[in-house]
RNA sequence: CGGAGCGUAGUUCAGAUGGCUAGAACGUGCGCUUUGGGAGCGCAAGGUCGUGGGUUCAAGUCCCGCCGCUCCGACCA
């Protein structure tokens, strides 16, 4: 590609964002914004964007058959699974305007993942046992209306995806896939240059199941996760299920005080509580009145300076669902507003769960179930029996430890660039998905669904591989191998030569050549434009060159005079 | 959804307290000079100041609505 043809050029005065992959994508012709969150790809960054799918689909391939759905489904398939009222990014279509509506008035949901669809394809053609397992995936644009996008390709409400969903007839069988899909997982990441950087994290299986999903999250500074590691057992947990025991307080009382009620009207949240007794804030107590699916009262406490984790909180009290009980609810069963719920004086009908953290104090704080009183220098065994039994129901925070080790967790931020999920029979049963088998009995199939963001990755290996000119592409996705830059070109023996060069590497050495051709522009600048770019290997050609070429790594610092064969196996060896 | 900032040339921005015949740099076109780390000179083209309303003799500037962008937080099956 001669460069002087190239649609996408460098910019000199580009904005700066906060985040360096918007920045250098930019600045350097891949992407153009066109609103937030979403980008056109220019020539280069499509040809990136390629390289980063065609080698997801290379590995896919050898586990699963590529299709290739629509983004609009009707909404009815949304129904179906109760997702349509429930997702919250959930987009749809509508018609723009009054003409559009008199042709066509129906409204369509724009996919941010395929379950809707690929579940009812798979039951049109695939009904005997004989037939299973099998697996459908495809590379395609999803939607998903985030509050905020951010972040550049990082996270946007249009972006590209690869999606994988397994078929299977047996438990064992799908979990056997679910650990290959795993291995096939990490074999891209480490081909597009960012497998020593990811792990692969528990995190919640959602709606679906109490079982994990996994994440595979690439360690990154710029990441917008936060991750918890346990370097004896080498594991890694999502913030959001990561067990946790609280450090203890320091410097707790050495003795047991006198309780005390103590008023505050109007004093409501811990901050406040804490400010207003003049004590620190993990002597606070923080009970929150939950109700149940099933139709129960639960009090749930945390110290003060924890939050309630309703997911953990859910499996504990054994429901499908639970919601913040509203002010009158509260009153009614408790007798008193909120912000003086606490741990003492409940009634009997409603369940009390303790986090563990509540537990190890001396003289804490608690509301007192009675209007505009807390009381202070509560302790357990006299002021309320020790619980049988405590949870934990906490959301993780930094300096939390494992609970099964003790040992301190240590915390990362990183990006996802990964997800796979056991859906079970889910979706299944919802669309009614059953196989025959062998003895002629129907029974329902087994789904697992994994997805990996493609146009992330794209983000993500900007936020790891660049330096203060530029990016650096790892080989692998780089949008050409050479960049070859002419210099002195209004010398014609020196333009026949570069041309003639050109035309070698690209007809009898097949590389991939981007060629700075460019006539009026000076040195420097070709220069910053290539290692903008960041093509990992470039040549020169000038009138100082000679019969030699200058060959220079963009990791690396020096360039070296060499012959077209020294370059040629050089390039060839990296 | 909460908070902050912003919207002026193709791009990035400057235009206290209202007085504008709206500027600069980069980019673009032409001419000359120049070619190893973002060169120089000259000329030129390029704007209903996001949008709708209001205040005023006078609005890019002040007020209100809407739209959009950036950042922080919440959220992210």
Redesign the pocket.
């Known amino acids: 590609m001669l460069y002087s043809k190239l649609f996408g050029k ?10 360096i992959n ?1 920045t250098l994508l930019i ?1 350097a012709g891949f992407i153009d ?1 066109v ?4 980008y056109t790809y220019l020539p280069l960054g499509l040809r990136v964007l390629e390289k980063i799918e065609n080698i997801i689909r290379e590995e896919m391939n050898t586990i699963a058959q590529e299709i290739l759905m629509p983004a609009l489904t009707p909404i009815s398939n949304w129904q179906k699974t109760q997702r349509f009222e429930k ?3 959930l987009m749809k279509t509508t018609p723009a305007n009054i003409f559009a509506k008199a042709k066509n008035d129906t409204e369509y949901v724009l996919n ?2 395929h379950e809707e669809v690929v579940t009812p394809l798979a039951q049109k053609f695939v009904f005997s046992y004989k037939d299973f397992p099998f697996a459908l995936y495809q590379i395609q644009t999803k939607f998903r209306n ?7 390709l990082l ?1 946007g409400r249009e972006f590209r995806m690869k999606d994988l969903y397994s078929f299977h007839i047996s438990i064992n069988d799908f979990k056997n896939y679910y650990e290959k899909v795993k291995e096939v997982y990490m074999k891209i990441f480490y081909r597009l240059g960012i497998g020593k950087d990811t792990v692969i994290v528990m995190a ?5 199941t109490d079982d994990y999903s996994h994440e595979f999250q690439t360690l990154c500074q710029t990441g ?2 936060k991750i918890f590691y346990v370097q004896s057992k080498n594991l890694y947990f999502n913030k ?1 299920v990561a067990p946790s025991q609280a450090p203890k307080i320091k410097n707790d009382d050495k003795k047991i005080l006198p309780k005390k009620d103590v008023k505050g009207k109007g004093i409501i949240g811990v901050e406040e509580i804490a400010q207003y007794l003049k004590i620190p804030i993990e002597k606070t107590t923080k009970t929150l009145i939950y109700e149940t699916d099933d139709g129960r009262i639960i009090a749930a406490a945390v110290r003060g300076d924890y939050e309630i984790n309703e997911d953990k909180l859910r499996k504990v009290v054994k429901c499908q669902s639970l919601k913040l009980a509203s002010a009158d609810v509260v009153k009614k069963n408790i007798g008193a507003e909120i912000g003086y719920i606490g741990i003492i004086n409940l009634p009997k009908h409603v369940e009390l769960y303790l986090d563990e953290s509540v537990l190890g104090r001396v003289n804490f704080e608690t509301g007192t179930n009675k209007n505009y009183y807390h009381s202070v220098n509560v302790n357990f065994g006299r002021d309320l029996p020790y619980p049988e039994k405590t949870y934990d129901i906490k959301i993780a925070k930094e300096g939390d430890l494992y609970p099964e080790t003790q040992e301190k967790y240590q915390v990362f931020k990183a990006s996802e660039v990964g997800n796979i ?1 056991p859906l079970y029979t889910k979706f299944t049963e919802a669309f009614g998905y059953k196989y025959i088998d062998s003895k002629g009995e129907e029974k329902p199939v087994i789904m697992g ?1 994994y ?1 990996i963001g493609s146009s992330r990755i794209m983000g993500v290996i900007v936020e790891k591989y660049h330096d203060e ?1 530029g990016i650096i592409w790892p080989e692998s996705v780089a949008p050409y191998q050479i960049h070859l830059v002419g ?4 010398n014609q023996e020196v333009k026949n030569q570069a041309f003639s060069l050109y035309q070698l590497l690209t007809e009898k050495y097949h590389f991939e050549v981007l060629f700075d051709d460019r ?7 070709k ?6 770019i960041g093509i990992p290997h470039r040549l ?1 050609i ?4 000679k019969d030699k070429i ?1 060959y ?1 790594k963009r990791s690396e610092e020096n ?1 070296y005079l060499l012959t077209l064969e020294e370059i040629i196996s050089k390039i060839k060896k990296s």
């Open positions: 460098t910019k000199k005065n580009s904005k700066k964002y906060d985040s918007a600045k914004q609103m937030a969150g979403t997702v919250d990014v941010p993942t985030e509050p905020r996008v951010k972040s550049g996270r919640s299986g959602g709606s679906f917008e996760d959001e999920f669904c997805g000119k210099l002195d070109l209004k006539e009026e522009i000076s040195a420097g600048e220069f910053n434009d290539a290692d903008l020169v000038s009138k100082r060159t200058e220079k360039s």
